[in-house]
Every structure is written in C-alpha cells, then in structure tokens.
C-alpha cells in the first residue's frame, strides 16, 4: 500500500500539489459487497470517475511515445481509438503480420492486455457500427449485439433522472 507524508511548511511542489494526490487516490480501491468491505490489490476501481480519467492519460501517453513506433514498424495505415477500443487499418499482406503487432502492443506494459477481432467475410464491428469492405470502398451500418435487450430503466426507478433519461438520449441520437 502507498504512504506518504507532506511536511507543513515546506513550499508546494508538483509532487506535493499533484502527483501524491493521484497516488492516493490510486490506491484507495476499495468497494463493499452484501455487508463486506473488500480492498482491490491492483488496477484502478471500476466505476470511479478518477479511473477513467487516469486510464485515458496513460493511453494517451502510449500513443504518444511507444505506439507510432509500432505503427510505422507494421505499416499500420490507420490507428482509431474511443476510450478502450482501438481499430487498425492495414494492408493484409506476408510482410505484415498482425499477430506479431498485437505481441508487441500486450509487451508495451505488463497488466495491459490487448485483445484481436479481425474481420470476418469483409465486415469488422466496431463500437456500434459494422464497417464492411466492397469493391467500391466501405460502407457503414448500425451493430447491435446479440444481446442488445432495448430496456431502458423504468419511470418509477429509483435511479436520477440523468441515468433515466441518458439511454432516451442514447437512441435519440442514434437516428
């Protein structure tokens, strides 16, 4: 477990004002479950806002030191990411192997691990769109999961109005 103490009288210093906040906030990763309070070991806690936050700047941090060298090397033509889904656009040829990329995105940290889905008969989904491949380009469509169930939490639930309204919102702007 993280420790530290802050000397009062000492003049503030990045550490002090920034980083050994986050480090706290790190690794306070505790939840509670049917009565019982559970310390998490490792990883940041699912469902903190902080969380996010934090994983997103240290992608970021990847897609700006490790990962162009990585595209250049398999001559990646396009790299898109949304939050923790990334798709690549390459050139399927013997000289470029994609399993030998994914090896070296899974070395870039030990507890980051990175997972393939290659496209199946010219179609890949990503996110909520199926992108398929035809001779004259690409062409988009709407995925939806085979478990999509299209239930929305009820009127007389509990839950804020913010997370009651948010899958209207959702479908809405889907159109």
Known sequence: MFQASIVVGKPRTVLTMWVLPWLVLINLN????????????????????????????????????????LLEKHSIKGYFRYVDDILLAYV??????????LNEFNSL???????????????????????????????FGIYRKPTTTDIIIPRDSCHSNEHKTAAIRYYRNRL
């Open 92 to 101: 399927d040829d013997p000289n470029n192997d994609i399993h030998s990329l």
């Open 30 to 69: 505790y939840f509670q479950f049917q009565d019982t309070t559970y310390i998490q070991n490792e990883g940041l806690a699912m469902g903190a806002h902080t969380s996010s936050i934090l994983s997103d700047v240290y992608l970021q941090h990847l897609e700006n030191t490790t990962i162009p060298q």
């Open 109 to 139: 940290t030990p507890k980051l691990r990175f997972t393939l889905e290659e496209e199946q008969e010219n179609h890949i989904h990503f996110l909520d769109i199926t992108i398929t491949k035809n001779p004259k380009g690409l062409s």
